[in-house]
């Protein structure tokens, strides 16, 4: 059976600290999708990052970076000198099933970075 | 950019009366799906929907729950009678076939409120 984890539920720091998002997945299909989902205050579900299971290369995108590591069914998202505007609920997502598969997600971590 | 139309944003409604929830999916997508989030909680798959059937559902998806696409344009919730705990934001979305790009594209949701 296909999981994603987030172990942490709630993270609190402080303005311009980094802070490192947990996400570890289980399957065992061969070729599979991971996204970040950002769920601001107000509800919508705003895409952050698509990775295929093929491709293992870190990405950078400004203040946020992926860590992709397959060795450890891992997909970590770090913030790099958070903002109070960073604060929100953080969605790891995992498609599996090919083409006619369908999207699962973590639990949540609510992130709350404090002026 | 394309976007996905989801009416009405909130929705108020007495426990036991039908409700329908309703989508407008990107047009040239090909596989649709209904989430639900429970305030404060994950988001939860409930259905997916492939060349005008169900491919996939949970088990919330009882058999108080349909779908349909009446138009070709149009996807739709039903609720056949709500309960309390139907109360939650339904996500829908949609996304195209092309491979290697599973991209879901997220409508901004329904908050049903059943009381």
């Known amino acids: 059976a296909q999981k994603v984890t987030q172990a942490q539920t709630e993270i609190s720091v402080v303005e311009k600290e980094d802070v490192t998002l947990d996400c570890v997945y289980e399957t065992r299909d061969t070729t599979y999708y991971l996204f970040w989902y950002k769920q601001p205050p107000s509800g919508e579900l705003v895409f952050l990052i698509r990775r295929n299971s093929f491709d293992e290369q870190n990405e950078i995108s400004g203040r946020y970076s992926w860590n992709f590591q397959k060795s450890t069914s891992s997909f970590n998202f770090t913030i790099t000198a958070s903002q109070v505007v960073d604060s929100a609920v953080y969605f790891c997502?995992?498609?599996?099933?090919?083409?006619?598969?369908?999207?699962?997600f973590g639990k949540g971590t609510k992130l709350s970075v404090k002026p | 950019e394309p976007e996905v139309t989801q009416t009405p944003s909130h929705q108020v409604t007495q426990m036991g009366q039908e409700v329908i929830l309703r989508c407008v999916p990107i047009s040239n997508h090909l596989y649709f799906y209904w989430y639900r989030q429970i305030l404060g909680q994950k988001v939860e798959f409930l259905v997916s929907f492939y060349n005008n059937e169900i491919s996939e559902k949970s088990e919330i998806f009882d058999d108080q729950f349909s779908v349909e696409r009446p138009d070709g344009s149009n996807f739709t919730l039903k609720i056949r009678s709500t309960k309390l705990e139907d109360s939650a934001m339904y996500f829908c979305?949609?996304?195209?076939?092309?491979?290697?790009?599973?991209?879901?594209?997220f409508g901004s949701g329904t908050r049903l409120t059943v009381v």
């Open positions: 979305a949609s996304r195209n076939i092309l491979p290697g790009n599973y991209g879901y594209t």
């Open positions: 997502a995992f498609h599996y099933g090919g083409s006619q598969g369908n999207l699962i």
